[in-house]
C-alpha cells in the first residue's frame, strides 16, 4: 500500500545533542510536510516543500531545518534540541494535480529529550 | 486572516448512538476546501471527510457527514451508530484556494476529544 513512513517512531536524544527524523512516501506526492504537535495540541506546521522549494513558516525556530534529497524523502534536523522541543513530530503529504487538497500523514516519530 | 473553532473540547457517546461536534470558522474567501481529520490514541492522523465550499451538497462517507453552512460558516461532522474505533481526537481544518499557489496550508482547530463508550 502507498504509505507516508516515518523513522524512527520513538526517538531519545539529549539536551543539545543533534537528532534527525526522517520521513518516506510511497505516494509520488509533490508536498512534503513537517508539524510539530505537542499533547492534545493542534499540529502546528513548521515548514513544507513544494517540489524542490523551501517555504518555512515565520515563526520556526532556526533550531529546525530541513532536507529534501528527492522526492520520495524528507528530513527533519534539529541542531540543538531544548526540553520544549519534546513533542510529536508529523510529516504530511500532498499532491497539487488533479484537485487533490488532503494531506496524508505518518504515524509520527514522538522525541524524548533527556 | 482565517481561524477555526471548535468549541466542544472534549465529548461523549454512547456507542451506537448518533453525535455531533461542531466547526465555525471565519473568512472573507469563497473559495476553500474544509477538512474533518481523526487522530485516535497514538495512532495516525487520517482523513474523515472532506467539503469543497463550492458544493451545497454535504459530503458523506459511510456513517460521517457534514453538516456545511457556508453563509452561517459552519462545519459539523455527525458520526451516526459510533463505534468504540471512532474514540479519537477529531480536527476541522481549513484550506484556501485562491492564490494559494505553493502555499497550501491548513489552518487547524484545537480539536474535540471523543469518547465512545460501551
Known amino acids: 500500500d502507498a504509505m507516508v513512513i516515518q523513522n524512527p517512531r520513538y526517538q531519545v536524544t539529549q539536551f543539545g545533542k543533534p537528532v534527525t527524523l526522517s520521513c518516506s512516501q510511497t505516494?509520488?506526492?509533490?508536498?512534503m510536510y513537517w508539524y510539530q504537535q505537542k499533547s492534545s495540541q493542534a499540529p502546528k506546521l513548521l515548514f513544507h516543500?513544494?517540489?524542490?522549494?523551501?517555504?518555512n513558516e515565520a515563526d520556526t525556530p532556526d533550531n529546525f531545518q530541513s532536507r529534501r534529497p528527492n522526492t520520495s524523502f524528507c528530513f527533519l534536523d534539529i541542531r540543538s534540541p531544548g526540553l520544549g522541543d519534546a513533542a510529536m513530530y508529523l510529516c504530511?503529504?500532498?499532491?497539487?494535480?488533479?484537485?487533490?487538497?488532503?494531506?496524508?500523514f505518518g504515524p509520527g516519530t514522538r522525541l524524548t529529550v533527556t | 486572516a482565517q481561524t477555526v473553532t471548535q468549541s466542544q473540547p472534549e465529548m461523549s457517546v454512547q456507542e451506537a448512538e448518533t453525535v455531533t461536534l461542531s466547526c465555525t470558522y471565519d473568512t472573507s474567501e469563497n473559495n476553500y476546501y474544509l477538512f474533518w481529520y481523526k487522530q485516535p490514541p497514538s495512532r495516525q492522523m487520517i482523513l474523515v471527510i472532506r467539503?469543497?465550499?463550492?458544493k451545497q451538497q454535504n459530503a458523506t462517507e459511510n456513517r460521517f457527514s457534514v453538516n456545511f453552512q457556508k453563509a452561517a460558516k459552519s462545519f459539523s461532522l455527525k458520526i451516526s451508530d459510533s463505534q468504540l474505533g471512532d474514540t479519537a481526537m477529531y480536527f476541522c481544518?481549513?484550506?484556501?484556494?485562491?492564490?494559494?499557489?505553493?502555499?497550501?496550508?491548513?489552518?487547524w482547530g484545537l480539536g474535540t476529544s471523543l469518547a465512545v463508550n460501551p
Open positions: 516543500y513544494y517540489d524542490k522549494d523551501f517555504n
Open positions: 481544518a481549513f484550506m484556501k484556494l485562491r492564490n494559494a499557489g505553493n502555499n497550501r496550508k491548513l489552518i
Open positions: 505516494l509520488n506526492h509533490n508536498v
Open positions: 504530511a503529504t500532498s499532491r497539487t494535480r488533479d484537485s487533490i487538497y488532503e494531506q496524508y
Open positions: 467539503q469543497e465550499a463550492y
